[in-house]
């Protein structure tokens, strides 16, 4: 009798510890919650990489480039039937602002399509001090918290797209909950910041000689590489070399090489211990 209840005794402690093991493993495997306060501080460091928290940054159009950028994450809004190998952002945006009940301003509701109304820089220029954005510019400052919201959202729907492109999806899964779950919030924000900065990485419109920069790729050259580093400088490596890449590959009347220190700026950003 007194072996049969030390069997079961172990049997119990066993089934206890698997038990254990299976909810530590599940909880490794999900996205942190973030608090109202680690939220803002999410949104506002993207601000800050954006627009260096400047409320006139949030109606841009960089030079270079043929669309302008709005809001605390610079969302790209295109022309009707403008055609870039970007992937557009700010029609989305706008449709969750509808979803979420918020009113959006009357001119934008008015546009065919809700398609970018300006033909080129310059006109967007000329229109900075006008009523449309001054209007766009003031309600994309109050409204903060909603393009927070989305934009951390787009990160909780990126991990199926970036698994399914994957050649090493469970590692990738795996690496991707493990940065997550690092140092929260600084893990999410590493995620979050990245993949509004240069997108999933899963467009075959996002590629220069056949090459991605986004998520995808960046988790993959972590997997490529092995270091001692914590996580997220590893991160933060790994962007930066993917980042190398696509200035390496870019057309050179695009040049993207008078992006490098910014871009290694933001990246620094993700460090264990970031310049901020």
Not at 23 to 42: F, I, R, Y
Not at 129 to 155: K, Y
Not at 181 to 197: E, H, R, T
């Amino acid at each position: 009798m007194v072996n049969f209840l030390s069997g079961m005794v172990l049997v119990l402690s066993l089934l206890l510890t698997a038990q254990e093991t299976s909810a530590q493993e599940n909880q490794a495997l999900q996205l942190p919650e973030l608090s109202d306060e680690q939220a803002a501080w999410v949104a506002d460091r993207i601000f800050a990489n954006e627009c260096n928290r400047q409320i006139s940054c949030l109606t841009s159009w960089n030079a270079g480039e043929d669309f302008p950028s709005l809001g605390i994450g610079h969302f790209i809004w295109y022309r009707a039937g403008q055609q870039e190998r970007f992937v557009e952002s700010f029609p989305d945006l706008l449709g969750y602002y509808v979803a979420r009940g918020v009113d959006i301003p009357a001119w934008i509701s008015g546009l065919d399509g809700w398609n970018s109304p300006w033909a080129s820089r310059d006109a967007f220029n000329a229109d900075q001090s006008g009523p449309r954005l001054t209007e766009l510019r003031q309600f994309l400052w109050d409204t903060r918290g909603i393009q927070a919201e989305f934009i951390i959202r787009r990160l909780q729907h990126s991990l199926p797209l970036i698994s399914a492109a994957s050649t090493s999806p469970d590692e990738v899964s795996r690496l991707f909950y493990a940065l997550a779950n690092a140092d929260v919030p600084k893990g999410m924000y590493a995620l979050i910041d990245y993949v509004n900065f240069k997108g999933e990485g899963v467009a075959v419109s996002e590629r220069y000689q056949g090459e991605g920069w986004g998520l995808l790729q960046v988790l993959e050259n972590m997997l490529q590489a092995e270091s001692d580093a914590p996580l997220l400088d590893q991160f933060a490596r790994s962007a930066r070399e993917v980042l190398a890449t696509r200035i390496a590959n870019a057309p050179p009347e695009r040049g993207e090489q008078r992006w490098r220190q910014g871009w290694n700026n933001r990246t620094l950003t993700y460090q264990q211990a970031d310049p901020e």
